[in-house]
């Protein structure tokens, strides 16, 4: 697996990571714990070095799973995790990240993963409430405590990644990126790439859409969060099928599956972009992992920017309340 480097202090990852968010949260019941650490430990194997969790995918339960999978690679791997929001009877309420509950969050994410320091430090979602400098500031103080190595926003605008990274410099903006989701690349891309900021793209296979497996007779189970989604209405998947049949055509000539052709087109953008799909299948883990060994030419980049461009896709990624809790 090639490596890429995240940020100006040449933080290095595996080329493509793994998001393991659905392992246990957001689509569907949680998987067999047995199950997830076994692709987790798989991934290790096949070359991956780059594992995304965060203390609200469950809550808890993610990160103690990927805790309990990664404990025999310590020191090998890279973790990254995020704070910013606030519970209740173990529920998610709203955003928050004053500076004593990261610290809470933080010696909670340190317990669950059982680790020494947290390796990356996200801030999950802008908090109005609170200056961005105090959470920079105290994630700058975590730093020299020894307790986090690196700093990263998560959906943030331009403007508060800048105020960030004047009090502490961000490795990284996790932030949705993909074939059909390209907002960022108005302001947020130019912005991180001026300050040598790394993008970790989050559903670089659009929540499981670009990988062609999802039409408009697809059904999802209770408890999957694209039931709820603008962009997986019936209508708005129908519609957006023109832009499978553009990456389905070159998976043809790439001898390559939609999935790989989609991932490989996010690291073909930037050399500093890692994207983190999640699976909770082995085949699939596999497959993933095999984009990173696609090349476009400037040609095929071209032509791919061109159709795209004529393809206009329907549904916002997320309902209006919750977009809005983006930073954006």
Not at 13 to 31: D, E, K, N, R, T
Request: aromatic fraction near 8%; proline fraction near 5%.
């Amino acid at each position: 697996m090639k490596t890429r480097k995240l940020g100006k202090d040449g933080f290095e990852v595996s080329a493509i990571g793994l998001g393991c968010m659905g392992m246990s949260f957001g689509y569907g019941p949680a998987q067999d714990k047995n199950e997830m650490i076994k692709v987790i430990r798989a991934a290790v194997e096949e070359g991956v070095t780059f594992f995304d969790t965060a203390e609200v995918y469950g809550p808890y339960v993610n990160e103690e799973l990927v805790g309990e999978a990664l404990e025999p690679y310590k020191g090998k791997v890279v973790i990254a995790t995020k704070f910013g929001f606030s519970f209740q009877d173990g529920k998610q309420v709203g955003v928050s990240s004053n500076p004593a509950e990261i610290r809470q969050h933080v010696e909670g994410s340190l317990k669950r993963l059982k680790l020494d320091v947290i390796d990356l430090l996200y801030q999950h979602r802008v908090d109005p409430n609170v200056p961005i400098e105090d959470v920079a500031g105290t994630v700058k103080d975590l730093i020299k405590e020894g307790k986090v190595k690196y700093f990263g926003l998560s959906e943030a605008g331009a403007q508060t990644i800048r105020r960030a990274h004047a009090i502490q410099p961000v490795s990284a903006l996790q932030s949705e990126y993909s074939l059909w989701t390209r907002q960022h690349e108005k302001e947020i891309i130019p912005t991180i790439e001026e300050l040598g900021i790394g993008l970790v793209a989050y559903s670089p296979l659009g929540k499981g859409f670009l990988t062609g497996k999802i039409d408009a007779n697809t059904k999802f189970q209770q408890g999957d969060f694209r039931n709820t989604l603008p962009r997986f209405t019936e209508d708005a998947r129908k519609s957006n099928q023109a832009l499978l049949d553009l990456i389905d055509e070159y998976a043809k000539a790439k001898n390559g599956t939609p999935a790989q052709i989609a991932l490989a087109w996010v690291l073909a953008q930037k050399p500093w972009i890692v994207p983190i799909p999640g699976t909770t299948k082995l085949h699939r883990l596999k497959e993933n992992i095999g984009a990173a060994t696609i090349e476009f030419t400037t040609e095929e980049l071209k032509q791919i920017e061109e159709v795209s461009s004529h393809i206009k896709i329907e549904g916002g990624r997320y309902p209006e309340a919750l977009e809005k809790t983006t930073g954006l």
